[in-house]
């Protein structure tokens, strides 16, 4: 059964009432996902089928992306410069963006100047002089060690998330080595004991030196000012709990396309992209916000801070309308919708105190045969999928390793 965006579909509602009624229903019999990944099976959804349909991911190497989408863009014409800005001169009559000089000495101009100096953003911050909007007192979390280590056991279809003293550890399986990575926050904890956390609970020894990222969770209200744009960490970043970074600069793209401005750039043109991508990150920021603040954990001072710290309105508000009536409501164009909310809340512990009117439209009998539709659907979905090891030997075989 399909819901429309922002209201759960008929069965969850009615999982729902079975949880208010103190039934304790498992939520995931009624998710395929879930069943594939206990079973260690993938495949995608059979093209053109309403019956069977799902959400999935593919893991890439990230390099070997870029690189590809590097090659892909200088065939078409692209011209590829590399140095060092050292100086990003403005024009006097309207604070435009007028050239960016190299340390060669190189002077490159241009009317319309995109943003991807990452965290220094160098355009937009440096130059521009546009505020950062820090959220770390609602993200605490602002470093991680990364590592790789050789994978023990079978290839899994699917990322580990594993919560730590003051932070969490990811576990995400590729071809030819497991990534691991301790986002932690460096106020609750030291990087010496983040590390040492880290690399006690890899499966193997490790396969290289760990690498510590430093971050701040926040973003630029103003992401587009005057002529410059920023595409990525320049923009802002929200830590990777929920691997949203690429989301958010498939989306500035996207949305740069559908604007592509003039050589005046219009003020009303940055004004909508602006109020589109502050939408999509606090959309984001809420749903990452809300697996630390919905917790039952206290025994540590950071799980203490994350349970009982202030949240911003739009997320309470969430929150509340789930714990008073059990209702989730997402906005068109939020990257989670209303399934996702209900997995987080309601495993970490949130309990409504009663569930939606509609839950009761459908009777007991009738509802107890929908259910079972939906767990027979999902077991024969599921045992007809090739193993996760299978269908990448089918469809994305990787390479061996240069020794």
Not at 164 to 169: I, N, S
Not at 323 to 344: S, Y
Request: hydrophobic residues 40%; proline residues 6%; charged residues 25%.
């Amino acid at each position: 059964m399909t819901g429309a965006q922002g209201v759960l579909p008929a069965v969850y509602q009615y999982l729902l009432k079975l949880a208010v009624q103190g039934r304790d229903p498992d939520f995931d019999d009624y998710a395929l996902c879930s069943a594939a990944a206990q079973q260690n099976r993938f495949d995608r959804p059979p093209e053109g089928s309403s019956d069977v349909n799902f959400a999935y991911a593919f893991q890439f190497d990230a390099a070997l992306y870029a690189k590809y989408l590097r090659g892909y863009s200088e065939k078409r014409g692209v011209e590829r410069v590399e140095g060092k800005v050292v100086d990003v001169p403005l024009r006097a009559d309207n604070g435009f963006i007028d050239a960016v000089v190299l340390q060669s000495g190189q002077r490159i101009d241009g009317d319309l100047f995109i943003d991807c100096s990452g965290f220094r953003a160098l355009l937009i911050g440096q130059a521009l002089k546009v505020p950062f909007e820090d959220w770390t007192h609602w993200l605490p979390c602002d470093r991680a060690f990364a590592v790789p280590c050789m994978r023990k056991g079978p290839l899994t279809s699917y990322t580990r998330a594993t919560a730590r003293e003051a932070g969490w550890q990811w576990r995400i399986p590729l071809q030819h080595r497991v990534g691991n990575g301790h986002v932690f926050s460096s106020k609750f904890i030291s990087e010496e004991k983040a590390l040492d956390t880290l690399l006690s609970n890899l499966e193997s020894p490790p396969l290289a030196e760990p690498r510590l990222l430093k971050f701040a969770a926040g973003h630029r209200p103003q992401a587009w000012a005057k002529n410059c744009v920023t595409v990525g960490l320049s923009s802002g970043f929200l830590e990777p709990l929920e691997s949203t970074s690429i989301h958010l600069i498939q989306t500035s793209i996207m949305d740069l396309i559908r604007l592509f401005p003039d050589r005046e750039c219009s003020p009303l043109v940055s004004e909508w992209y602006n109020k589109r991508m502050a939408r999509t990150f606090e959309w984001i920021r809420d749903f990452v916000i809300l697996h630390f603040h919905a917790t039952e954990r206290e025994d540590t001072e950071f799980w203490r801070y994350c349970k009982y710290m202030s949240i911003p309105d739009t997320l309470r508000f969430k929150i509340e309308m789930f714990r008073k009536q059990g209702r989730i409501f997402v906005n068109a164009g939020e990257g989670f919708g209303p399934r996702p909310w209900l997995t987080v809340m309601y495993n970490q512990g949130l309990m409504p105190e009663t569930f939606p009117p509609l839950a009761t439209a459908h009777d007991d009998s009738s509802m107890r045969t929908e259910l079972a539709k939906v767990r027979s659907g999902i077991k024969r979905t599921v045992e007809n999928m090739p193993s996760h090891e299978d269908f990448i030997a089918e469809n994305c075989k990787a390479a061996p390793l240069a020794l």
